[in-house]
């Protein structure tokens, strides 16, 4: 009974006050004057993640105990979780909202949790069935040029991918010594692209083997040849015999571990590059001093490669800087100067500038040079745009010749690994676009992630389906009454004795207890995960369920627009507009 | 976080006219959600004898029995006594009253009936005021609040009634506080309650957003915040004697409470000092009576 009750006469009345008839005629949702609606917004950390993860959405899974969705969700984004799980330099959890609250939520090791859980099971991607007949060519099989691959085979091209090396994986499998990843959990991931149909020719040399011109074969382009030779001191002596580049020491190392080198063995320069070079060299039991020109605070190595080097008994040297590579008695005698810290520079680190009269001498069996790398430009065909010693990408992901794509440490100078696998990705995006006829610089600008540079390729290969508001969601918008303090979960890392004996694995993966009680801790910021604290909280029963099924509805007939909703929700996924007159 | 989880059943339906953000409509919800359909309320006047619709209407599915203001206790004890007769065992008999129906004007007949032990539910819905005929204070109205009869050239100069306190030297088997930020620890209390005999106390919190002057979305807060800043604590005292705090571990000073609410717009640092000091006295008086 809905409708509203009339009496023809007073004998029609009932002969007391009993009601007759519910209240569901009057439709209390005329009286609002702002309405609520379920309207998902961005996380910061799926924003701050260069590959475009889907974060939320899969930490998610993994606390629904659906460790296989929390593995689909991600290879959507990213072929390489096992990778970046262990590798990446994680900019997701410096912006992770629960940082103001206690500590963020490691996200690192939830997805290290998640690829090495899929390991076990031997999941795989689903292989491509129907193949397009435009064939694309990548040169270059790091981490760039096979995101790109994946994501072209997975949007169903022919795809060649050249490497000059006898090995796939480029910087991942030479510049990352096997004690930080191991080398069968990249075998894994790369494998897993092999086998949606992508060809991997080895040893091919671009510009020696292969030029642009032998590629009329294939439609599109895609160079990633990163960026390997070591940038040198420019200083007097560094060519001399006993001079080694970090990037040339660690690919030895990595490669074959049986490596010649002396006793003592300093290290010049404060990035990853040195720090690997110098605790792979402890590992061969050798010593290892690093020379850093700042202080620790400017140090470009990631904060837990510089703990964990000093722990295993790398000495770091700050403030000084080399100006001489000399001999004595047989050793590499190492002219210094001391340096202070003045005022900011344009990279917003305090500038070293030397003290006067201040030289010291550092002797080492070997000195090795990590100040950084950049791109050799030697191979690369004529008609790409070089500026500032990166190769230019326009907006649409094209480099100056029509069809021909770049990507990777190449295209940039933010050299990290998930910025590498983002730019693959925006390749593929791109070259899928231009071989359609489409605007991809439209489609690139449709799919950013918040306000970007991330990139969702679900949201390319999806336009139609629900999208996020772009607007980041801030830790002010959450409602802290529904967290408890908890205590950040991390991998354990094996004894600092054990450590140094060799090349294994430093830390270990999650156990599935200790990875749901992580996952738990996430506020999943702007995404519904159907809590009901609306459905429990409506004054006017107004939020929508089917028997048990939430349904993500708001009743506007009934709503009064009170927004209890809106305050109560705890992630913001709730937003409350002005109603229309 | 912990999904909260309430029973799926709804018993308070649509179209009601509780204003935008009620507290109370929540604590209807909730409740009726706990004690099921197999419940005759007795409601004495208050903002619920209009919130369900006017006659022929009634948005409650559940038998409702509307009662004079002073009868709430003494109408429901009739209602169980004419069950009783019948042999019904099984139907629950509740009284809904507000604050002024329980605190002032029904306080007479609610002890005669504890004092009677009669087997019913005494919900009093606490808003701290007669809200439905324009905010005049109640013996619930807290020390120093706005009201229309306790304006703030004067505002009201006595504490609340512990209502609880008196209710508990009636030695009735059951009484306990609750409020919306806390639905389960609200339905396992009515649960509870509804498994006992005799005369059970239910005080429940439900802010009030036009007669405590605050926005329609903050009332859960506002329940919430009255929990931890101690001015209204969770606490069952079974037999008059057995006392169980549910204390909330995040404490708030009192400010954060008031600083929500128009009602207390017009206090002075002076004032909140003062209601502090009250709060705090008030909880040293509830844990002594819980240790003794």
């Not at chain 1, 201040?358 to 950084?372: E, M, Q, R």
């Not at chain 2, 306990?176 to 509804?194: F, G, N, S, V």
Request: hydrophobic share 35%; glycine share 8%; proline share 5%.
């Amino acid at each position: 009974m809905s409708k509203q009750i009339t009496f023809k006469s007073v004998s029609e009345m009932p002969m007391i006050s009993v009601s007759l008839g519910d209240m569901d005629w009057n439709k209390t949702g005329t009286w609002r004057t702002q309405r609520p609606f379920y309207e998902d917004k961005t996380p910061p950390c799926s924003a701050a993640c260069p590959a475009g993860n889907d974060i939320v959405a899969f930490i998610q899974k993994i606390a629904q105990e659906d460790f296989e969705g929390a593995w689909n969700i991600i290879k959507e984004e990213n072929p390489f979780p096992g990778v970046c799980g262990r590798v990446c330099f994680h900019p997701c959890e410096s912006k992770c909202n629960r940082g103001s609250f206690d500590e963020p939520v490691a996200i690192h090791a939830l997805e290290r949790f998640v690829a090495d859980f899929a390991f076990r099971l031997n999941k795989k991607t689903g292989k491509a069935r129907e193949k397009r007949k435009e064939k694309v060519a990548i040169i270059g099989s790091g981490p760039a040029g096979m995101s790109c691959a994946y994501h072209l085979a997975r949007l169903h091209y022919d795809v060649t991918v050249f490497e000059s090396f006898s090995l796939a994986g480029g910087m991942l499998r030479m510049g990352i010594p096997s004690y930080r990843l191991p080398k069968n959990i990249l075998d894994r991931e790369l494998s897993d692209i092999e086998a949606l149909g992508v060809d991997i020719r080895t040893g091919v040399s671009l510009g020696e083997d292969l030029r642009l011109e032998d590629l009329k074969d294939y439609q599109a382009v895609f160079i990633s040849t990163g960026a390997h030779r070591s940038r040198g001191l420019h200083i007097p002596g560094e060519k001399e015999k006993g001079v080694l580049s970090g990037l040339d020491l660690l690919k030895k190392i990595n490669l074959s571990k049986r490596v010649k080198l002396g006793d003592k063995i300093a290290v010049i320069g404060g990035g990853n590059t040195a720090m690997d070079v110098a605790r792979s060299v402890i590992r061969l039991g050798k010593k290892a001093t690093i020379l850093y020109r700042r202080s620790r605070e400017e140090m470009p190595a990631f904060e837990d490669e510089i703990v964990e080097a000093l722990e295993e008994g790398v000495k770091i040297r700050y403030l000084v800087n080399p100006i001489r590579v000399g001999q004595k008695d047989g050793l590499k005698r190492l002219e210094c100067l001391r340096m202070e810290l003045s005022e900011k520079d344009e990279s917003g680190r305090r500038r070293p500038v030397p003290i006067p009269n201040s030289n010291l001498f550092i002797d080492a069996d070997h000195v090795v040079i990590a100040a950084g790398e950049e791109i050799e430009a030697s191979f690369l065909p004529e008609g790409l745009e070089k500026k500032e010693g990166i190769v230019l990408t326009q907006r649409d992901g094209s480099a100056g010749i029509k069809g021909v794509f770049a990507g990777g440490d190449l295209t940039s100078n933010q050299r990290t690994i998930a910025h590498a696998i983002g730019s693959g990705k925006k390749g593929a995006m791109a070259i899928d676009a231009f071989l359609k006829g489409k605007d991809a610089e439209g489609a690139i600008i449709q799919n950013l992630i918040g306000e970007g540079p991330s990139l969702s390729i679900w949201g390319y290969l999806h336009p139609d389906e629900r999208t996020r508001n772009p607007q980041i969601v801030k830790f002010e918008e959450l409602n802290m009454d529904y967290f408890e303090p908890a205590k950040r979960q991390q991998e354990s890392k094996s004894a600092v004795k054990e450590r140094i004996k060799g090349f294994k694995e430093v830390s270990s993966t999650l156990s599935e207890g200790v990875a749901l009680d992580e996952a738990e801790r996430c506020f999943s910021c702007g995404t519904c995960n159907e809590c009901e604290n609306c459905y429990v909280f409506c004054p006017d029963g107004s939020i929508l369920k089917r028997e048990e099924l939430f349904s993500h509805q708001v009743d506007y007939d009934y709503c009064k627009g009170c927004g209890i909703c809106f305050t109560e929700c705890p992630r913001g996924a709730i937003s409350l507009k002005e109603e229309a007159k | 976080m912990n999904k909260i989880k309430v029973p799926i059943t709804e018993n308070l339906g649509h179209g009601h006219l509780a204003c935008a953000g009620c507290g109370a409509a929540i604590s209807m919800r909730l409740t009726l959600k706990a004690l099921g359909e197999k419940t005759i309320m007795v409601f004495p006047a208050s903002c619920w004898s209009i919130v369900p619709g006017f006659w022929p209407y009634s948005s409650y599915r559940i038998t409702a029995v509307h009662a004079g203001f002073v009868t709430g206790a003494a109408t429901a004890s009739g209602v169980r006594a004419a069950l009783d007769v019948r042999g019904d065992d099984e139907t629950l008999v509740a009284v809904w009253a507000g604050d002024g129906g329980t605190f002032d004007i029904g306080l007479q007949a609610l002890s005669g009936a504890a004092e009677r032990n009669e087997n019913l539910l005494y919900i009093c819905n606490d808003n701290e005021g007669y809200m439905n005929t324009g905010t005049q204070r109640s013996s619930a109205t807290p020390l120093l609040a706005w009201t229309t009869t306790t304006p703030v050239m004067q505002p009201k100069e006595n504490p609340k009634k512990d209502i609880m306190a008196i209710m508990a030297d009636h030695h009735i088997p059951y009484a306990a506080t609750a409020t919306i930020a806390y639905p389960e620890d609200l339905i396992r209390k009515l649960e509870k309650a509804k498994g006992i005999r005799g005369t059970r106390f239910i005080h429940l919190f439900s802010p009030c957003p036009p007669g405590w002057k605050m926005a329609s979305e903050q009332s859960v807060k506002i329940s919430r915040l009255a929990v931890r800043s101690r001015i209204f604590p969770l606490y069952e005292i079974e037999n008059g004697r057995d006392y169980t705090i549910q204390e909330e571990q995040r404490v708030v000073p009192v400010r954060e409470y008031l600083k929500l609410q128009g009602r207390f717009s017009h206090l002075t640092e002076k004032d909140i000092e003062i209601t502090q000091a009250n709060v705090d006295d008030t909880w040293e008086r509830l844990l002594r009576r819980a240790r003794c």
